[in-house]
């Protein structure tokens, strides 16, 4: 639905080029698919051809808040404060600044002070459910996402909010039945798929294949965060499925490597392939993992020592060498 909303408004922005409304209903179509790259792209062009403009700017600001922009979230809650601070998009923003701030009795305060302005300003109710589930007070944030859906039940943010209050509540079955009233209306976007598989994983629950399908659905969404990824190769595991295990562990650690990022599931993934291919014999590759665990300092290195002597001794039979200056 979002992606032929879409292409109609660029077919259309082909005849009306400098039109903001067509530029910001782009935005709008690219924000529901979660491509904030080019939505903070839009919404800085559409500044600088209206820089007193407020309309749609909370949205804006959400995206900031997502990418943790905390400066040019800063500058904009200025900006529209000083434009007309009586509008709700304008408390909305500064609603969202003292949030990443994390000073969350003040943004509830801006939200508050939107609805005051419009009742039935959504993204008010659902931002301010959002503050009070930081804040632990779950009874607040159910009202506040019930008042989202009584004015869009299509929304699926308060769905997934609900979905979250609940399971703060130590309630997985209700927490469920929200979260897949959100993949209904949003199933394209995988944190929200990743969240019910986290249900599925609680001990109530305990029903990991379902989590293992959510998990895949998040991983063919584009999975920005890269848990899918990791959770489906430790569930895996946990379900003695060792070749599929290996399977994740290798698609998690290319996209690391891709990425050049480094940190406890990379050491995870390579313990674990390093192990594997030396269960299966397959001692070529397990040596390719072991060296890469060699450049780190922690127990992992020790470990990558034992196995490299291990396989060592498999092999030829002889005495363990010396690894410690094995060189890649």
Request: a negative charge; aromatic letters at 14%; glycine letters at 4%.
């Given at each position: ?11 259309l ?19 529901s698919?979660?491509?904030f ?18 309309e ?9 808040y ?29 609603g ?7 000073q ?21 109710w659902t ?9 632990k ?5 159910v ?9 869009n ?35 394209n ?17 305990r029903?990991l294949?379902e ?15 890269a ?10 595991y946990?379900?003695?499925c ?10 998690d650690l290319?996209?690391?490597?891709a990425?050049?990022?480094?940190g ?11 192990t594997?291919?030396?269960?299966q ?5 397990a040596e ?6 060699l ?21 030829s039979?002889?005495p ?9």
């Amino acid at each position: 639905m979002h992606s032929e909303s879409l292409a109609k408004y660029e077919y259309l922005q082909g005849t009306f080029g400098y039109s903001n409304y067509i530029q910001a209903q782009i935005a709008k179509a690219q924000y529901s698919l979660r491509e904030f790259e080019q939505v903070e792209t839009i919404f800085e062009e559409l500044l600088r051809n209206d820089p007193y403009r407020v309309e749609d700017m909370d949205m804006y600001s959400n995206v900031l808040y997502a990418n943790e922009c905390s400066s040019a979230l800063s500058y904009l809650a200025h900006r529209v404060f000083m434009t007309d601070k009586y509008r709700p998009e304008s408390c909305c923003i500064i609603g969202n600044y003292y949030s990443l701030k994390g000073q969350h009795e003040k943004s509830v305060m801006y939200f508050r002070r939107a609805l005051k302005l419009d009742k039935n300003y959504l993204s008010a109710w659902t931002l301010m459910g959002h503050e009070y589930i930081k804040m632990k007070n779950t009874p607040a944030a159910v009202d506040a996402y019930r008042r989202a859906i009584d004015i869009n039940p299509c929304d699926y943010r308060a769905w997934y909010g609900l979905g979250q209050a609940y399971e703060m509540m130590g309630m997985p079955f209700y927490a469920l039945h929200y979260f897949r009233k959100s993949v209904f209306l949003q199933p394209n976007d995988s944190q929200l798929w990743i969240s019910m598989a986290h249900c599925y994983e609680t001990d109530q629950l305990r029903m990991l294949e379902e989590a293992i399908k959510c998990y895949r659905r998040a991983a063919d969404c584009n999975d920005r965060e890269a848990i899918a990824l990791h959770q489906l190769a430790k569930l895996q595991y946990e379900l003695g499925c060792l070749e599929e295990a290996a399977f994740y562990y290798k698609k998690d650690l290319e996209r690391m490597e891709a990425e050049e990022r480094e940190g406890p599931n990379m050491v995870e993934a390579l313990l674990y392939l390093a192990t594997y291919y030396k269960t299966q014999k397959r001692f070529e590759e397990a040596e390719v993992y072991c060296t890469r665990l060699l450049d780190f300092t922690g127990p992992e290195k020790e470990t990558a020592k034992s196995l490299l002597r291990g396989m060592r001794r498999t092999q030829s039979g002889f005495p363990s060498v010396d690894v410690e200056h094995f060189s890649p």
